[in-house]
T-cell receptor, first 114, second 114 residues
Framework: NAGVTQTPKFQVLKTGQSMTLQCAQD?????MYWYRQDPGMGLRLIYYSASEGTTDKGEVPNGYNVSRLNKREFSLRLESAAPSQTSVYFC?????????????FGPGTRLLVL | AQSVTQLDSQVPVFEEAPVELRCNYSSSVSVYLFWYVQYPNQGLQLLLKYLSGSTLVESINGFEAEFNKSQTSFHLRKPSVHISDTAEYFCAVTRSYNTDKLIFGTGTRLQVFP
């Protein structure tokens, strides 16, 4: 099992460009999450999907959109990137919904917006 | 709403010394508590969690944490650290009913020196 995979690992964008971060899990998990990690701020939830076909906003959803393509895949889209979106992005999944479940994280995508 | 405070952003310690990483939470309702660890250039991994029952929880690699409701704390301890414990440690909290989101602290970087 690969666990949670994320592509790309690194990305540099110019302000205003768009891109999609991909996430996939092979653990048959129902719930998936997108976080951003910034120095001194810990992890903050952007969006999550409790089950296939549903998505909900987290703490910092502005400037992002998500798609739960199927049970395995959960993508995060930046429509018009801004320097404030420079961050490390982590995807995670858990077998059941509910934050008490153990979350399994991918290796992260490092995004720099110039 | 729940929140979590990790008072120490960095904790330097020599190998084989004991260590305590502090975590305090704020909540008006009962909570679940977690410690996640992030090794360099990796995603987060669950270290241990408190859901119910014994207030002392242990991990497989020698860490333990004690839920103290009166002091609203969930400090992480290890009696003797190894170089390989060098990582960033995140405390997280969620309410114990209708759980949907984990709230992470800002992290504590544990640096173990030989």
């Amino acid at each position: 099992n690969a666990g949670v995979t994320q592509t790309p690992k690194f990305q540099v964008l110019k302000t205003g460009q768009s891109m999609t971060l991909q996430c996939a899990q092979d653990m048959n998990h129902n719930s998936m999450y997108w976080y951003r990690q910034d120095p001194g701020m810990g992890l903050r939830l952007i969006y999550y999907s409790a089950s296939e076909g549903t998505t909900d906003k987290g703490e910092v959803p502005n400037g992002y959109n998500v798609s739960r393509l199927n049970k395995r895949e959960f993508s995060l889209r930046l429509e018009s990137a801004a320097p404030s979106q420079t961050s490390v992005y982590f995807c995670a999944s858990s077998f059941l919904g509910g934050a008490q479940e153990t979350q399994y994280f991918g290796p992260g995508t490092r995004l720099l917006v110039l | 709403a729940q929140s979590v405070t990790q008072l120490d952003s960095q904790v330097p310690v020599f190998e084989e010394a004991p260590v305590e990483l502090r975590c305090n939470y704020s909540s008006s309702v009962s909570v679940y508590l977690f410690w996640y660890v992030q090794y360099p250039n990796q995603g987060l991994q669950l270290l241990l969690k408190y859901l119910s029952g014994s207030t002392l929880v242990e991990s497989i690699n020698g860490f333990e944490a004690e839920f103290n409701k009166s002091q609203t704390s969930f400090h992480l301890r290890k009696p003797s650290v190894h170089i390989s414990d060098t990582a960033e440690y995140f405390c997280a909290v969620t309410r114990s009913y209708n759980t949907d989101k984990l709230i992470f602290g800002t992290g504590t970087r544990l640096q173990v020196f030989p």
